[in-house]
């Protein structure tokens, strides 16, 4: 029974025709304008030379001095600092020579007087520095015999920043859109969780009340369409991951096939969700399908899918709703098989997401473990 | 007498301040159509819903088979065949795969089932249409499609909620004969309806249900004869004078008269030769008439004179 379940499930998914929209054209079609809008930043080896930047001194900062010194020596830096007082720093931003002043005072801020994809990196990077800074200010709050090691961390992660700059052609600053891109692939999933739970409750659907009505253990029944929406929805993240890789040939490095395993975690984790929303309550199908798809775009919002510093800012004001949204942890995930060459905190994300998967789940199945309903 | 297949006793259903079903009783023994008929929101698919242990209620027992159903009865629901008033079928599956994969929640065995599937398939009439998504279906199709899902596995029992609503006359009329067919084959069938004409067709035993209760079983026949009228004539007229209308009231088994919209209703109780009578009498008064019916009562009646309303009145359109 369960294969047989599992069989019919499965080719139902896949011919519905509105969800294979959302499930697999809608990322492709999203894939391409990403690619149209910033692809070509890929080729263009002009886009990929250092950034000029006017750097001035308010204040000391030994930190930040510190921070750019290291990048400004680099053979491979993303930006070229040039050191100027106000006047000089403004006349250089009126002509054109640089893109923005950097002003170290009390705070650190950013001037520039256009828009661009320049501006936007350093922007990036300021705003990757504060959030660090922050950190270490936290700890050395707390111990202050840990800023040396804090200190050592920012400098690493500035490292992160040169390794991953568009001079070796790794331009990690918008491959993180496409790793955004394939986790909204996977949290559609939740789409089919929702219609599994909807096809076999009694009080949810006709179908699921002639389920009920069948000699089979409720679970089984279930487990199947569950795994039947995992299949499809790993399906989904294949085609989408496949078509960013090996279409668009976006290089998100690491091994080829964590990133998949990547995807089918992430497929699991939203056909969770999707399932405990589909089990929740008894509002209607259409009303369960937008809570659904609001969900999930709204997780890959706070991700950074449609404003890329997004899961930064949150990291700074809010770190813990990056720590529990699905979306985040599978962006990092993707993130940390970049930069990173072993896995433990690739290991970490994955059983933090594991974690949040079988809570929604086991949330799921305790909702719809009752046999008898009060309403139809 | 046969066996008792289901038995219902007591049932209590409340929703809140509503009372569902008020201390239902029936019983249905096998080999039998039974018809559960009643006008809409008087309980008869509460009713089933709670035979078939998807709702719960506050009172009562519930037996099929001789034992206790419960949720998990699985013995039990393994010789049900349901098929609910909503259609319940997968759109993304064709006919042949939608009969498949419900009787496959039945039958384990794949050679007999795509015997049982091809079965319902003839059954049912769909062999054209074998290859066609449910959205490319009529509404008889569709009831058709969901008739065969709900019987593919040769159930022992099968209950059908109104499965004729929204569907054409010619469809309407094979399901019924369908019905016939799976009783003849050996299947007990439960038939909630609110189309009195197709209870009184198709149904050897028939509770009318109101209020959540039955008010009175048994066949058609001793449904009728609960009753006191046993024919009703009706003769088009022009305006008829109380001379006339009080000679046909004389008459022994005439036990009402009422005119309307130039036509004449006359109810009698009891009689062989009633309307032979009432023309007798237009006839010896020289008074020319129009059309002139007969009719015997119907559920209509039945169900007219035990509450005082017609049943279509309350009928939600």
């Given at each position: ?159 992160t920043i040169k390794n991953n700059s568009p001079t070796n052609g790794n331009m990690n600053y918008y491959d993180m859109y496409f790793m955004n891109l394939i986790t909204m692939a996977a949290l559609f ?180 473990r009752r046999k008898t309903y009060e309403n139809l | 007498m046969s066996d008792t297949i289901v038995k219902i006793e007591n049932l209590v259903k409340r929703y809140k301040e509503l009372t569902a079903l ?296």
């Amino acid at each position: 029974m369960f294969l047989h379940n599992l069989k019919y499930e499965f080719l139902n998914n896949i011919r519905q025709k509105e969800s294979l929209f959302w499930l697999m054209c809608f990322p492709i079609i999203l894939g391409t304008f990403f690619y149209m809008g910033f692809g070509k930043l890929y080729e263009k080896e002009e886009m990929f030379s250092e950034i000029p930047v006017a750097v001035t001194f308010a204040k000391e900062d030994a930190v930040f001095e510190s921070v750019i010194g290291k990048m400004k020596n680099a053979d491979d830096s993303l930006f070229e600092f040039r050191y100027a007082d106000t006047d000089k720093a403004e006349k250089m931003l009126k002509k054109g020579d640089v893109f923005g002043i950097i002003t170290v005072d009390d705070e650190i801020s950013l001037t520039v007087i256009s828009s661009g994809i320049e501006q936007s990196i350093i922007k990036s990077f300021l705003d990757q520095y504060k959030s660090q800074r922050q950190i270490i200010s936290d700890i050395s709050a707390v111990d202050p015999a840990g800023l040396t090691e804090a200190v050592k961390a920012l400098h690493t992660e500035t490292d992160t920043i040169k390794n991953n700059s568009p001079t070796n052609g790794n331009m990690n600053y918008y491959d993180m859109y496409f790793m955004n891109l394939i986790t909204m692939a996977a949290l559609f999933g939740m789409i089919t969780g929702l219609y599994s739970a909807i096809n076999n409750q009694g009080n949810l659907s006709a179908v699921g009340a002639r389920k009920c009505l069948s000699p089979n253990i409720g679970f089984i029944t279930i487990a199947s369409s569950l795994l039947a929406g995992c299949i499809t929805q790993l399906c989904s993240v294949i085609l989408t991951t496949s078509f960013v890789l090996f279409i668009l040939k976006i290089d998100l490095g690491g091994n080829i096939l964590m990133i998949y395993l990547t995807g089918a975690l992430g497929a699991f984790a939203g056909v969770s969700i999707g399932f405990f929303i589909g089990s929740a309550g008894r509002m209607s199908e259409a009303v369960k399908g937008a809570i659904s798809t609001s969900v999930s775009l709204f997780c890959c919002f706070l991700s950074g899918l449609m404003v890329g510093n997004m899961k930064t800012i949150i990291e700074e004001k809010c770190p813990v709703i990056n720590s529990i949204n699905p979306a985040a942890i599978i962006s990092d995930m993707l993130y940390y098989l970049t930069i990173e060459a072993g896995y433990t905190r690739y290991i970490e994300k994955a059983a933090a997401l594991l974690i949040i998967s079988l809570f929604f789940i086991t949330g799921g199945f305790l909702m719809t473990r009752r046999k008898t309903y009060e309403n139809l | 007498m046969s066996d008792t297949i289901v038995k219902i006793e007591n049932l209590v259903k409340r929703y809140k301040e509503l009372t569902a079903l008020d201390h239902l009783n029936i019983e249905i023994r096998e080999g039998e159509i039974f018809g559960l008929l009643g006008p809409n929101g008087s309980g008869k698919t509460t009713a089933i819903n709670c035979l078939l242990s998807l709702l719960n209620y506050d009172k009562g027992n519930i037996e099929i088979f001789g034992k206790k159903m419960t949720p998990t009865s699985y013995d039990i629901k393994q010789q049900i065949g349901v098929i609910m008033q909503d259609v319940a079928v997968l759109e993304e599956l064709t006919v042949f795969e939608n009969i498949d994969f419900f009787c496959g929640l039945y039958i384990k065995d794949k050679k007999k089932r795509k015997q049982y599937v091809q079965d319902a398939i003839e059954f049912t009439g769909l062999e054209d249409f074998v290859k066609f998504y449910p959205k490319k279906l009529s509404g008889g199709l569709l009831r058709r499609l969901n008739i065969a899902c709900g019987i593919a596995h040769k159930p022992r029992l099968i209950i059908l909620d109104e499965p004729t609503v929204a569907v054409d006359p010619q469809s309407r009329n094979r399901i019924l004969e369908g019905i016939q067919e799976l009783n003849h084959n050996g299947a007990t069938i439960i038939y909630t309806s609110h189309y009195m004409e197709e209870v009184e067709q198709i149904c050897t035993r028939i509770a009318i249900i109101d209020k959540g209760t039955n008010i009175a079983i048994g066949t058609k026949d001793e449904l009728k004869k609960m009753i006191h009228n046993t024919e009703t004539i009706t003769i088009e007229i022009t305006e008829p004078d109380s001379r006339i209308l009080s000679k046909i009231n004389s008459l022994k088994h005439v036990y009402n008269t009422a005119f309307s919209d130039g036509l004449l209703t006359v109810k009698c109780s009891g009689g062989a030769h009633n309307l032979i009578d009432v023309l007798a009498i237009f006839k010896e008064n020289d008074i020319s008439f129009g059309r002139v019916y007969s009719e015997l009562p119907t559920l209509n009646d039945v169900f007219l004179e035990i509450t005082g309303k017609e049943m279509r009145d309350t009928e939600v359109q």
